[in-house]
């Protein structure tokens, strides 16, 4: 009789309170630590790779000079057209190799440092890269560049699996995207920043575009200054270190309240339903059938991240602005246009993901990005016919890059952190890392080739790409806004042919859980 009292009183403790819980929740304020945590995390990491992607075009014609100064005084004779494409296609693509080799590295270095224990040593390779790609002109060496563009690139590889993981961790799930949207936000501000310091005025001139890379050092040095200060994640911290009073702490200080223990016993819950606690290997997540579907829509998730054709919109904006009679010595400050599109659209997807939801502003994204990659064919083609057809043209990337920042831009890598549990986290990103990076390669390889090809209909590749990933979003990716990484995986069962325990097992396993988590306490008691 008492047993089954029980049973309804935890029956009534879950219908009643957990409205309660999440409503005050809420009602939370965003802490200044949670913030902080969030943007110097991002700004020594994600602001660093979107600098990168953008700090090379002011300076090009530049750093093929120093190579062809530097070939005529070893060899005594100018660089050879071959050599010379092939010396800056390596300078270039060298970035996304570098990416790979710290995708492939990041799961084992976060088992050993940690989350925040990497992004701080992270550091260091930026610090590396800057003193390598400063001092390349004045040592007279082009291999310097190479090897600086090889060591920050492995600098960004580690930064955008490890800082996704530790934003995911850090936030309370009512704000886990605005929070992880930081990522985007800050790419897209690296971005803008590396078009606005290559402007002639500032560092894009011949004797000072080194300079330029001489940047990469401050947003590294000022996450080295206020990160020490913030707290690891507190997942990481329970689950991984059994450190219950450093989670305890860590969650205090991120939700700014002393009573953490509904955190603490979620995350005990997620402990204890895991199959495993010990961190798997990629082959194994591979080869596990319950998170199949979660590994085949990340996989195809951030390959149309890089495969949707965004980086390809660069090599035709100059063009087309000189198609529209704009002079060339003012398309740098037009195009800081994009740049700004892409931040506040960015900005604008952090804002309202809680409210919208991860799944709609993703195949919204892709579909727009597909509506407008088709009519800019259009327009493209028809540029010769009217004398406004170059600004419609124009207004079309604007609305691309506004679409893939809305979601696609910076989405892929907060779902990667939400579709896999603790013990699944790390190879996780390394896939995903890996799939961005070799795709993103592949992009940079393939597009001059497509582009030869298929002259103004080039951009049809990029339609067909976004059409399919919107349709397999609609069918496959169910929303993850407010809920929990078990909740999370219960949504894919289904479809992982994975049985979902009976109303009988979820009241042993609340049974069971109570009497494992006394038992667990009593043993990390027992060992402080």
């Not at 002639?200 to 401050?218: D, H, I, K, M, V």
């Not at 990160?227 to 450190?243: A, G, H, K, T, V």
């Not at 660069?314 to 010595?329: H, K, M, V």
């Not at 579709?419 to 393939?446: C, K, T």
Request: glycine fraction near 8%.
């Amino acid at each position: 009789m008492s047993y089954m009292c029980f049973l309804f009183k935890v029956a009534d403790t879950f219908k009643m309170e957990k409205p309660q819980m999440y409503n005050q929740a809420r009602k939370l304020p965003i802490t200044g630590c949670l913030l902080s945590a969030a943007f110097f995390g991002s700004l020594g990491s994600s602001f660093l790779y979107g600098y990168n992607l953008s700090v090379v075009n002011a300076p090009a014609l530049y750093i093929k000079e120093f190579n062809n100064k530097t070939w005529i005084e070893r060899y005594g004779e100018p660089i050879g057209a071959e050599t010379a494409t092939l010396l800056w296609s390596i300078t270039v693509s060298i970035f996304a190799i570098g990416g790979v080799l710290g995708a492939l590295s990041v799961s084992l270095i976060i088992k050993v440092l940690g989350r925040k224990g990497t992004l701080l040593v992270n550091n260091i390779f930026a610090l590396i890269a800057a003193l390598l790609l400063t001092l390349g002109e004045r040592a007279k060496s082009f291999e310097m560049l190479i090897i600086g563009r090889l060591v920050i690139g492995v600098d960004s590889g580690i930064a955008l699996s490890a800082l996704p993981m530790y934003l995911g961790e850090i936030s309370p799930k009512h704000i886990r995207g605005f929070i992880g949207q930081f990522n985007s936000i800050l790419i897209c501000l690296g971005v803008f920043t590396g078009q606005v310091l290559g402007l002639p005025e500032l560092l894009g001139q011949e004797s000072r575009w080194n300079y330029l890379f001489t940047f990469l050092a401050l947003p590294a040095v000022l996450q080295m200054c206020v990160l020490p200060f913030l707290p690891e994640s507190p997942r990481y911290l329970l689950m991984e270190r059994r450190d219950e009073a450093g989670a305890e702490r860590a969650f205090q200080r991120f939700l700014g309240k002393t009573d953490v223990s509904q955190e603490l016993e979620e995350v005990h819950a997620e402990a204890r339903a895991q199959e495993n606690l010990h961190t798997v290997s990629v082959l194994q997540l591979l080869r596990n059938p319950a998170v199949r579907w979660q590994l085949i829509t990340i996989i195809i998730t951030m390959a149309c991240y890089q495969l949707c054709g965004l980086n390809a919109i660069w090599y035709y904006t100059n063009g087309i602005l000189r198609e529209a009679g704009f002079p060339d010595n003012i398309l740098p400050y037009i195009t800081l246009s994009t740049g700004i599109i892409e931040t506040l659209a960015a900005i604008v997807s952090g804002l309202v993901i809680e409210r919208i939801g991860r799944r709609p502003l993703l195949i919204f994204g892709f579909s727009a990005m597909a509506v407008f990659f088709s009519l800019l064919t259009l327009c493209l083609n028809l540029q010769d016919r009217t004398t406004w057809m170059p600004y419609l043209s124009y207004v079309c990337i604007l609305v691309v890059i506004a679409s893939f920042c809305s979601g696609p831009g910076g989405i892929p890598f907060i779902l990667t952190g939400e579709l896999f549990e603790q013990s699944y986290r790390p190879a996780a990103f390394m896939i995903a890392g890996v799939v961005n990076w070799l795709s993103n390669f592949a992009v940079g390889l393939l597009f001059p080739f497509i582009q030869e090809a298929l002259q103004s209909f080039a951009f049809l590749v990029f339609v067909v790409v976004c059409t399919l990933g919107a349709i397999y979003l609609y069918f496959v990716l169910p929303e993850t806004k407010n809920k929990t990484f078990m909740d999370i995986s219960q949504s894919f069962a289904k479809i992982n042919k994975i049985p979902l325990p009976s109303p009988a097992q979820e009241m042993e396993l609340v049974l069971s859980s109570d009497t494992n988590g006394k038992v667990e306490d009593a043993k990390i008691e027992s060992s402080l």
